[in-house]
C-alpha cells in the first residue's frame, strides 16, 4: 500500500464526479496508462508508478503463479508535468 505522512497526506477526492473515472476503472496488461500515478494489482496488491501516456507492464513484466488475471487499480494520482 502507498505510504503517506501526515506532513505528506494527498488530497482525498470523491470519485463518483464526473471526470474521475479513471479511479473506478481497472486496467489490464499494456492498457495505455490514463493519468500518471501509483497502480495496486488487484490479484496480488504489488504496486507499480506508472506515467501517461506510457502503457502498463507486458506480460512478462508481472504475472501470477495461478495464471489469475493482471488488472490495475490507480490508488495514487500524481501530478506529473514535463
Ligand atoms: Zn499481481
Known amino acids: 500500500m502507498a505510504l503517506v505522512t501526515a506532513e505528506t497526506r494527498p488530497l482525498v477526492l470523491n470519485t463518483n464526479q464526473p471526470g474521475n473515472v479513471h479511479w473506478n476503472t481497472l486496467y489490464e496488461i499494456s492498457d495505455i496508462v490514463p ?21 502498463f507492464p507486458p506480460q512478462n513484466k508481472h504475472q501470477h503463479p495461478n495464471n489469475s488475471k493482471v488488472l490495475w487499480r490507480l490508488v495514487v494520482m500524481t501530478q506529473t508535468k514535463g
Request: glycine fraction near 14%; charged fraction near 25%.
Open 35 to 55: 493519468v500518471s500515478g501509483i497502480y495496486r494489482c488487484e490479484g496480488c496488491g504489488h504496486e507499480i508508478t506508472s506515467n501517461h501516456p506510457d502503457r
